[in-house]
C-alpha cells in the first residue's frame, strides 16, 4: 500500500459513519502486563481478621450485630407477572437451603461478615447438567484472585488453596458482591479497613493496660542514687527490683529503698492519659467506620445517654437506614446472577416482615391502607393485596367504598347508584358495617324490623339467610354474606320493644354522624 492510498484509508476511517462498534468499555482498559492476571489486594483479609474481628471486641460485636440482623430478612422469589411469592420455585428452594450444611441464614451473615471485612464476598454456584444452579458455596475472599479483563471485565477468578495448584473457575460460576472502592474496580474497601488506624490504637491502649498490670501496677519510673553504678550493678538492680515488685502478686509488698535511693515516676497515670477521652474517640470512629450506633452495641458513649425511646429510634434508623440498603445491595448480585441470567419470569424481592422495629410501622402503614381503603380510594384487590392476601377471583374484588354513602360501586359498571340509608364512617364495627350493606342491597328485608321467626334460633336464623342473600348477589362472597346474615338476625320478632329502641338509636346515631360531617367516630356512638 502506497502512500496515497493509506492517506485515503485513514480519511475514510475518519468520515466514515460505520465504524465497527466498540467491544471493550474504556474503564476497564489495563495495561499489557496486567491483563489477564490475578490482581492481589493491598490489605489482607487476615490483617483485619486477626487485629480486628477476633482481636478487638467492639469490631467483632458491630459485624455480628449487624450479620445477625439476617435473622429479619427473607430473599423471595416473586412472579413478575402477578407478583405473588413463588414458594415452589427451584431458586427458592437453593437461596433457602444453599446446599447440605448452610441455610439462608447462614448465606446472609457469611456476606455481610466478608464485606465487612475483605470488602468482598464471593459464592460458588454449582451447576446441574441443565445448567441451573442447585448450590451456593462461600468461597474466602483472601484466596480469590479476579483475572480482569479488557473485554469481558472479569474473565475468570482463581481459587488459591495452600499447597496445591490454583483454581480456575470461570466468571459465570461465581457470584461477586463487593463494597466499591474508587481507586480499584476488581476489589472492595472493606470497614474495618477503613477503621484500621483507630483500632490498632483501641488495641494498643488494651495492650498497655495489660502490660501495666503484668508490671505491679506501677508506671514506668527510674531508681535514683548517688552511688556511681557499673553495667553489672544496674542489671542486678533492675532484675531485683522486677523480681520482689513485678506482676500482679506482689502488688501489696511494700518497696523498700537504700538511703540514698529515691524512685521517680517518668510516665503517665491513666487520669494523665485521659483513658475516657481515648476510648470515647475509639468508640465513636469505630462506629462510625462501622455504620452502627454506638447504643446498639453497647459501646460506653452509647450508653451514656442511652433511653428506651433513644433505642428504639436508633434501632430503627439503622435498619431504614443502613440494613435495608445494604440488604438491597446484596439481592441485586443475586437477581443479576441468578434471576436474571438463568430464569425468566421472576425477579427477587425482600421480605422484612419479621423485623420487630418494622413491625409497628406496617401497622400504621396498614391503618392507612384500611383508611384508603374506606375512602374509595383503593379498589379491593388493591387492599388486600397491600395486606398480604390473595385477590378475589372475577369481580368481586373490583369495587371501591365511597365513604359517605358507603356504596358498593362494581367496576366499569353504568347505572344510578343506590345510596345508604345512615352513612357509614372508619369508626363502625364490622356489624355496623354489614348492616348497612344489607339496607342498601336489600331494602325489602328492612322495610319490616330485621329479626328472628318464633322459636328459630341465631343459627337457623343466619342458616336461613345466607342462601337468600347468596341467591340475589351471586358476586358476593360467603364472609360478606354470614356478616349480613347475622345483623338481620340479632333482634327477635317478639321484641318489639327492642327494636323500637334499635330504631331510635340509629335515628341518634345518625344525627350525630350528619354533625360530624358523614363521619362516624366510634366514642360519640358509645356514648350516645
Request: glycine share 6%; with cysteine; hydrophobic share 35%.
Amino acid at each position: 500500500m502506497n502512500i496515497f492510498e493509506r492517506m485515503t484509508f485513514a480519511t475514510k476511517l475518519a468520515f466514515d459513519r460505520n465504524l465497527p462498534e466498540l467491544k471493550s468499555a474504556i474503564a476497564t482498559m489495563l495495561p499489557s502486563w496486567q491483563n489477564r492476571q490475578p490482581y492481589w489486594e493491598k490489605q489482607t483479609f487476615g490483617a483485619a481478621y486477626k487485629d480486628g474481628y477476633t482481636k478487638n471486641e467492639l469490631i467483632y460485636r458491630c459485624i455480628q450485630e449487624r450479620a445477625y440482623a439476617a435473622s429479619s430478612a427473607r430473599l423471595m422469589v416473586h412472579s413478575l407477572k402477578g407478583g405473588e411469592p413463588l414458594l415452589d420455585h427451584p431458586l427458592y428452594k437453593v437461596l433457602s437451603r444453599p446446599n447440605k450444611k448452610m441455610t439462608q441464614f447462614d448465606l446472609l451473615s457469611g456476606t455481610i461478615i466478608y464485606l465487612d471485612l475483605a470488602g468482598r464476598a464471593y459464592w460458588e454456584q454449582v451447576r446441574s447438567e441443565a445448567g441451573n444452579t442447585v448450590e451456593l458455596w462461600p468461597l474466602r475472599p483472601d484466596r480469590v484472585k479476579p483475572i480482569p479483563d479488557s473485554k469481558n471485565y472479569i474473565e475468570s477468578y482463581e481459587y488459591t488453596i495452600p499447597g496445591l495448584e490454583p483454581f480456575k473457575i470461570p466468571a459465570e460460576n461465581v457470584i461477586e458482591i463487593t463494597d466499591f472502592d474508587p481507586m480499584n474496580l476488581w476489589g472492595g474497601l472493606s470497614k474495618v479497613q477503613v477503621a484500621s488506624r483507630v483500632v490498632q490504637v483501641d488495641n494498643a491502649q488494651t495492650d498497655y493496660l495489660k502490660l501495666f498490670f503484668q508490671s505491679g501496677g506501677l508506671p514506668p519510673g527510674l531508681i535514683k542514687t548517688k552511688k556511681k553504678l557499673i553495667d553489672t550493678d544496674v542489671t542486678d538492680i533492675r532484675r531485683r527490683w522486677r523480681e520482689r515488685y513485678g506482676g500482679y502478686q506482689n502488688w501489696m509488698e511494700p518497696a523498700v529503698l537504700d538511703m540514698d535511693a529515691e524512685f521517680q515516676k517518668m510516665g503517665l497515670d491513666f487520669k494523665e492519659l485521659g483513658f475516657e477521652v481515648l476510648d470515647t474517640r475509639s468508640e465513636i470512629r469505630i462506629c462510625m467506620a462501622m455504620v452502627i450506633q454506638p447504643i446498639l452495641v453497647g459501646a460506653r458513649v452509647g450508653l451514656e445517654r442511652a433511653t428506651y425511646a433513644n433505642y428504639r429510634e436508633s434501632r430503627t434508623s439503622f435498619w431504614e437506614d443502613r440494613m435495608i440498603p445494604e440488604f438491597n445491595h446484596i439481592g441485586d448480585a443475586f437477581i443479576m446472577e441468578l434471576a436474571d441470567e438463568e430464569w425468566t419470569g421472576i425477579t427477587l424481592q425482600w421480605d422484612f416482615s419479621k423485623v420487630p422495629v418494622l413491625f409497628q410501622k406496617q401497622l400504621e402503614q396498614r391503618q392507612q391502607h384500611r383508611a384508603d381503603f374506606l375512602a374509595g380510594g383503593l379498589q379491593l384487590n388493591e387492599y388486600r393485596k397491600y395486606m398480604g392476601l390473595n385477590p378475589l377471583p372475577g369481580d368481586t374484588g373490583k369495587v371501591r367504598v365511597q365513604s359517605l354513602a358507603f356504596q358498593i360501586i362494581p367496576e366499569g359498571e353504568k347505572g344510578q347508584l343506590v345510596p345508604m340509608k345512615n352513612p357509614v364512617g372508619a369508626g363502625d364495627t364490622k356489624e355496623q358495617v354489614a348492616k348497612a350493606i344489607a339496607e342498601s342491597l336489600f331494602p325489602e328485608e328492612t322495610k319490616s324490623p330485621a329479626c328472628r321467626q318464633e322459636g328459630e334460633s341465631m343459627n337457623d336464623c343466619v342458616s336461613r339467610k345466607i342462601p337468600e342473600i347468596m341467591r340475589e348477589n351471586p358476586d358476593m362472597s360467603q364472609d360478606q354474606a354470614i356478616a349480613i346474615a347475622h345483623s338481620l338476625c340479632e333482634t327477635a320478632c317478639s321484641e318489639k320493644a327492642d327494636w323500637e329502641h334499635q330504631a331510635e338509636m340509629e335515628k341518634l346515631v345518625a344525627d350525630v354522624r350528619a354533625q360530624n360531617n358523614g363521619k362516624g367516630k366510634k366514642e360519640e356512638i358509645e356514648e350516645v
